[in-house]
């Protein structure tokens, strides 16, 4: 006799009848994810956006987006009796006055530097792994665009409070457009509401910091995941692992368990953290006044390449048309772009260097592709650079030099340092992949010496295993690209264009002489392990 069913049962038949919630459940539950601690990044980028969200609808309670002026009269004595915007004052009332309010600054605050410096180092794991390469192009772009994104939604964030160091920025943001010909002068009097500061540009980046932003980022995530999702996680070249499987552990229960106890360690880390490390501590810089500078004033890391690039360029200024262009701050509001646009684009550029166009799921070891990895080690001491020279001032003042030197010197490594990192990450790359040849045909040194019957003294090796040796040279290398024949099979000839040309030359770069070591052929190996 079939037994009744439970009222949760028919519940879960009646949603699924209309929903398909349990066939799309067991469709996606054994779902197999790689397990490798590298993987855990874009998880930490999730983690810290979710806490991002929780902690900026609490904070959103409280504070006030207004540039009307107050006097303040709360538990902060120094402060009291000033005049001040309700922004500023919401912002010490949070910190002061509401039950936690300063613990939820600070979890805000950490989660957006650990968010920013999640996806930065989330996307040079991809960079580096050539996880970016046919199909998942269009996922970089996502993940580019959500870096770009991050880095205005926290200058937004840390603008809201307008305290002295906030408006500072906001100062810095103003010098900026106005430094746009013709048209700087009327974007500086749109954005702020009329002559710096204004009246409206608090509530203006509320609106964009809490709703315009946040909506995006949260489609942004919802489509990374789906085409994380469709296209099957990338995995680490080993025995067994081809394009077209998947080896790991099922999404349920497994990775499930693994995550959602990761989740609470990212947000268990990122509270201990703003329990005890204090971040922009408001009170101290006072309210912002237009006529005042913070002595020392940094932004947060991610805009220093910015902050950088003003600091470094040289003043210069010329007469164009009637029209003074200040260079020294035009120059690097147009680089700066640039440079990104470089790094959301270099997917497409290598698939034309390469021209492939297949599918690719397993990972690139960063030794096995020379080139591109020293480009992204160049790219990132060129960032380095330039995070150093938006400090200068503080590099000057606790190292007792000159200020003028300080710039100089970052001047000067600003052209020099990412040529040397890239000369020397290609070479370390190459010696890396010789290392690996070696360790393919002659094995591992064992540390025991031996004497020879002839009195020569070597050193023993140790064969490594079929799976060892898959590791190290199952990696495919690319051949450089030809221009082709110079007649075709009509007899015309045919000359090649610019783009071929141009083509060639960096393919011949990227893999041709002395762009990679020769992996040991089939009969190398054989030979090795015969003898």
Not at 196 to 219: K, Q, T
Not at 329 to 342: G, T
Request: glycine letters at 10%.
């Amino acid at each position: 006799m079939k037994q009744p069913s439970s009222k949760g049962e028919r519940v879960a038949d009646w949603a699924d009848g209309r929903l398909g919630i349990y066939g799309l459940a067991k469709a996606n539950m054994r779902k197999i994810f790689p397990d490798h601690w590298s993987f855990m990044l874009g998880e930490i980028c999730l983690y810290s956006f979710v806490t991002l969200t929780l902690t900026g609808v609490y904070l959103t309670l409280f504070f006030h987006p207004s540039m009307n002026e107050v006097r303040y009269q709360g538990s902060y004595v120094p402060l009291n009796g000033i005049t001040m915007s309700e922004a500023y004052s919401s912002a010490l009332h949070i910190s002061f006055d509401v039950r936690g309010g300063l613990l939820i600054r600070q979890m805000h605050h950490w989660a957006a530097l650990i968010f920013l410096a999640g996806m930065f180092v989330h996307m040079m794991r991809h960079f580096f792994t050539g996880s970016f390469r046919k199909p998942r192009e269009l996922n970089w772009l996502f993940g580019w665009v959500m870096l770009v994104l991050g880095m205005f939604e926290g200058f937004t964030g840390y603008s809201l409070p307008d305290d002295l160091l906030s408006g500072t920025g906001m100062r810095f943001l103003e010098g900026a457009i106005l430094s746009f010909p013709i048209v700087g002068a009327y974007l500086s009097a749109f954005l702020f509401g009329g002559e710096f500061p204004g009246h409206d540009i608090i509530p203006r980046l509320y609106s964009v910091h809490i709703l315009v932003l946040p909506a995006i980022f949260a489609a942004l995530i919802v489509a990374h995941l789906i085409l994380v999702v469709y296209h099957k996680h990338t995995q680490w070249p080993a025995p067994g692992r081809t394009n077209r499987n998947v080896v790991g552990m099922p999404l349920f229960p497994v990775y499930v368990a693994k995550a959602g106890g990761f989740f609470f360690l990212v947000i268990g880390l990122i509270a201990l953290i703003a329990a005890i490390a204090s971040i922009n501590p408001v009170w101290s810089y006072g309210p912002y006044r237009p006529d005042q500078v913070s002595n020392g004033a940094q932004p947060d890391w991610y805009m220093g390449f910015a902050e950088g690039l003003i600091r470094v360029m040289p003043g210069w200024e010329v007469n164009f048309l009637g029209h003074t262009l200040a260079l020294g701050v035009l120059i690097p509001l147009l680089v700066f772009p640039v440079v990104l646009l470089l790094i959301g684009l270099y997917p497409f550029f290598e698939a034309w260097v390469t021209g492939d166009k297949r599918e690719h799921h397993l990972l690139d070891r960063p030794r096995n592709r020379p080139v591109r990895t020293a480009l992204g080690v160049a790219w990132i001491s060129l960032y380095s650079c330039f995070l150093i020279g938006g400090s200068n001032d503080i590099l000057a003042m606790r190292l007792h030099l000159s200020i003028n030197a300080i710039t100089w010197v970052i001047r000067m490594a600003v052209f020099l340092v990412p040529g040397i990192s890239f000369i020397v990450t290609k070479r370390v790359c190459l010696g890396l992949q010789q290392r690996d040849r070696d360790k393919i045909l002659h094995g591992v040194e064992t540390g025991v010496i031996q004497r020879l019957p002839h009195g020569e003294y070597v050193e023993g090796h140790k064969p490594l295993t079929a799976a060892q040796r898959h590791v190290l040279g199952s990696h495919e290398q690319y051949s450089a690209l030809e221009l082709g024949p110079h007649v075709d099979e009509n007899g015309v000839t045919r000359k090649p264009s610019r783009a071929e040309k141009l083509r060639y030359r960096i393919s011949r770069g990227f893999y041709g002489p002395g762009g990679q070591i020769p992996k040991p052929t089939d009969a190398e190996v054989r030979s090795s392990i015969d003898h």
